[in-house]
Structures are given as structure tokens and as C-alpha cells.
């Protein structure tokens, strides 16, 4: 199969696009001030409800084909990599309101040039659930954004049932063979954390390539998971509570995959909520992250995962820089919603270049 090549053309940014940026933030701003106001704390203005905070490893796979064998994946070795799992919104809110998850990796021990005011060895991967991202450009992300936004003020009990009616929408669409991407967002099933698969959604640069991301479950004590659903009537924080239960006893393995870009017209750039046709390209495995079994929530790691580490798109090697209008929205976005929240804490931001500065 032929890949397509990286080129800086590949990007056609819109004429306005700062200025949708610029209404992204300013939009995201306020709805984490009415958060603010409500929790009397400054949380993500996305994923801000943690399930898990593990630490572990990802080793590189060996003998990978030179399409594969780019940017971080050029040789085969080991990073030791720590890894937060998160609920989607951008408030503390009880597991009766299942949405999309997050699952955001920082590797550390990375060499190589990055990405501008990124001066420490590491490289992040911002995945979550979903293969798309529904809004697909920074600009339908403002029209979204701002809906959501006129939604952080209602009662839980509202955002509960808009969450259960877009979960009953996909089970009635997947009868007939297909899903709503944009209903799985807001209506996500009462899965385990630890049984999902996680999505870079939108591309990235894949060093001489263009990728999309994925992490898999791989071991069967995970797969066997996949039937398990919460009952959030018995435990309005069961999700962590469940993630929690299964790092006692089990090691957590994912495999890291990437789908290449084969065909600009059915695997666009910029347009994040169209689906890359696996037929076209498929995912294949180029690491394996593995965290073994452990304390997945001590109260002083958990402080340092949420109040003061990071994990941004823009924490990354040039080789796997973010492409299309929704990352390069992101790579904005995401730090200045972190300088909103480290300053309204009053707690310093901490771009984490040492898996030793995490607490045990």
C-alpha cells in the first residue's frame, strides 16, 4: 500500500480562523468561570473528573516497517510514561452523567526537536473515546462550544437525561447498522474505563507520514469487560470506583496503534468528524503501553495529576505535530485554559519533564 507524505501544505487553515480560536477560548473561559463559581475551585474546562492516575511503561515495538518506524516509534525501546483517565465534561458531575472519556499519555525520556515552548523530553497523546471528533473544525467546535456552554448552569438532573437520550439514540441507530458520533459524546454507555478503546480523533504528523491514533485494550482480563455496565443508581462515582478495584488485582496493557493516511479525499485533513475508513487504512500496532497493577488513586498523586500537571496536544515532538483545524484550535485552547485554572487556584503550572517528580 502507498501512504501519503507529510508536507506543510497539507493544512489550509480558514482566512478567520484566529478569531474562531479566539471566540473558542474566550467562550470556554466563561463556562469554566461558572464552574468556578459553582465548585468554589477552578477544574479542566474538559475532563476535569479523574478515574484513574496510573504510572507504567511504553516499549516501543520491534522490526516495525518503515512506515511505522517514525518520530518516537523510530526505535524499538521502553519510555516510562504516566497515564490519566478522566471523565468528558468540564465539571465535577456524578456518574449517572456517563459522556464521552478521556485518556491522556505522557512519555517521558523523549528526544528530538519539538515543538515550539515545549522545552522538556516528553511527548503527550491526547486521546479519547470516539474515533471522531463531532464538531470536525474549530469553527463547528465554537458553534458546539457554545451550546455546551449554555449548558454548564443547568441541574445535574437535566444534563443526566439529555446524556440518557442521546445513549437511547445510539442503541436504536446501531440496530440499523450505524451511530452518531455527536450523540455517543454527550450520551456515552455506563462502560468500564479500562474496556474502552481511545482515539486521537484528529491527525497527526506521523514524521515522514500523517497518523490517526488509537489505544486498544490487550489482555483478556480487560476484554472480558466489555459487557460490564455501571448501575449509577449504586455508586455515583462507580466508574472510579471500578477502575480502581481492577488495578489491584491486574496489570492494565493497551496496545498503541496508528492508521496512516493513504487518500486525501477519504481521510481528510482538516475535517475531524469524518471517519477514516479503516478499508482504506487500517490500525496497526506500533507500541505497547503497560501499567501494572498499583494504587491507581493515592490522594497526593491524584493532587499532582489535577491541580498541576498538563497534558496539552502542543507537549510534543515536530515529528508528531498536530494537523488540522481542530488541533491547531487545541494547541491554543489548552494553554490558556491551564493558565486560567493553575492561576485561579493559585497553584503553579508544571510542565512535568520527570516521571520522579510524580508522587507515589
Known amino acids: 500500500m502507498t501512504y501519503l507524505r507529510y ?22 473561559t466563561q463556562q469554566s468561570q ?6 468554589h475551585h477552578a477544574v479542566r474546562a474538559s475532563h476535569a473528573k479523574s478515574t484513574a492516575c496510573v504510572t507504567g511503561e511504553l516499549t516501543v515495538a520491534a522490526d516495525l516497517p518503515p512506515e511505522l518506524a517514525q518520530g518516537l516509534f523510530a526505535k524499538p525501546g521502553t519510555y516510562k510514561v ?3 483517565f478522566a471523565q468528558g465534561p468540564g465539571e465535577t458531575l456524578r456518574d449517572r452523567v456517563s459522556t464521552h472519556r478521556g485518556m491522556s ?47 454548564t448552569g443547568l441541574p445535574e438532573g437535566v444534563k443526566s437525561a439529555v446524556s440518557s437520550t442521546a445513549r437511547n439514540l445510539n442503541k436504536v441507530l446501531h440496530a440499523f447498522g450505524t451511530e452518531s458520533a455527536m450523540a455517543d459524546f454527550f450520551g456515552h454507555p455506563y462502560s468500564h474505563p479500562l474496556a474502552d478503546s481511545y482515539f486521537s480523533q484528529a491527525p497527526v504528523r506521523f514524521g515522514d507520514y500523517v497518523a490517526k491514533l488509537g489505544a486498544v485494550p490487550a489482555t483478556e482480563a480487560q476484554r472480558s469487560l466489555s459487557e460490564w455496565r455501571l448501575d449509577p443508581r449504586q455508586d455515583e462515582d462507580g466508574f472510579r470506583h471500578a477502575a480502581l478495584a481492577f488495578f489491584r488485582e491486574n496489570d492494565v496493557v493497551f496496545e498503541l496503534r496508528v492508521q496512516l493516511w493513504a487518500d486525501a479525499e477519504k481521510q481528510p485533513i482538516e475535517d475531524a468528524s469524518v471517519e477514516w475508513p479503516v478499508s482504506v487504512s487500517p490500525f496497526r500496532t506500533v507500541a505497547t503501553v503497560r501499567l501494572p497493577r498499583q494504587n491507581a488513586y493515592s490522594p497526593e498523586r491524584v493532587r499532582h495529576f489535577d491541580e498541576v500537571m498538563t497534558f496539552r496536544p502542543a507537549h510534543s515532538l515536530a515529528a508528531h505535530r498536530p494537523l488540522g483545524s481542530v488541533m491547531r484550535a487545541r494547541l491554543q485552547v489548552y494553554r490558556a485554559l491551564s ?6 487556584n493559585g497553584v503553579a503550572e508544571e510542565d512535568t519533564g520527570c516521571i520522579d517528580h510524580i508522587p507515589a
Open 82 to 84: 504516566a497515564v490519566r
Open 7 to 28: 508536507a506543510p501544505d497539507i493544512e489550509r487553515p480558514a482566512a478567520d480562523e484566529q478569531a474562531t480560536i479566539d471566540g473558542i477560548i474566550q467562550g470556554m
Open 34 to 39: 461558572t464552574v468556578e463559581k459553582r465548585e
Open 105 to 151: 499519555i505522557k512519555v517521558f525520556g523523549v528526544s528530538g526537536e519539538k515543538l515550539p515552548g515545549h522545552g522538556v523530553d516528553t511527548q503527550d497523546f491526547v486521546l479519547a473515546t470516539g474515533t471522531t471528533f463531532p464538531s470536525g473544525t474549530a469553527a463547528g467546535f465554537l458553534r458546539d462550544g457554545t451550546v455546551i456552554g449554555k449548558s
Open 339 to 344: 493558565e486560567f485554572r493553575h492561576r485561579e
